[in-house]
């Protein structure tokens, strides 16, 4: 009997206490953090103002600053926890989304060299960003549907008044 009740407490005790990382996950966390803020940074002041003349070197600085970055926190939690925690069954569709986009978006880039699809695969990921992270609190996913159609609505209502000015009302 006491030692039913020793192992109970102590499988209490290690469900309740806090794993702190260990120095070498900080140096991988803080190592990959850094490098991936690099390239976050590199993708939107170097990247974003030649989107128009080059989307590939957007795609492949911001995708590789994205992947860093999630390598980093995986490596902090811990690889197999972080896809234990991301094949769970209620966030599999945003992390298949999300990962589903970077292959694409790399696809993209460095295979194919397209224009369009760079583009398109790179607003795709943005956006499967965006619902990966906000899935994580609540009502977040919703709240993500209802900016993006205020959006919709104001570039729909923006593209119907550029048409009326440049082909005249109808």
């Not at 994205?66 to 992390?95: D, I, N, T, Y």
């Not at 709240?143 to 082909?167: E, H, Q, R």
Request: include cysteine.
């Amino acid at each position: 009997m006491q030692q039913g009740r020793l192992l109970v407490v102590s499988q209490l005790t290690s469900t309740l206490t806090c794993r702190f990382p260990s120095g070498q996950q900080l140096v991988h966390f803080f190592s990959l953090l850094g490098v991936g803020v690099l390239f976050l940074i590199l993708a939107f002041f170097v990247g974003l103002p030649t989107l128009l003349l080059s989307p590939s070197k957007f795609a492949l600085f911001f995708t590789i600053g994205c992947c860093l970055v999630f390598s980093g926190f995986a490596a902090l939690k811990g690889w197999r926890s972080q896809m234990k925690h991301m094949l769970q069954r209620e966030r599999l569709p945003f992390s298949a989304g999300y990962i589903g986009s970077v292959v694409l978006t790399l696809y993209a880039a460095l295979f194919m060299k397209s224009y369009v699809l760079s583009l398109v695969c790179s607003g795709l990921q943005v956006l499967a960003l965006l619902y990966y992270l906000t899935s994580y609190y609540p009502g977040g996913t919703s709240s993500v549907k209802f900016l993006l159609g205020l959006f919709g609505n104001a570039a729909s209502s923006c593209f119907n008044a550029c048409s009326t000015l440049i082909f005249g009302a109808k």
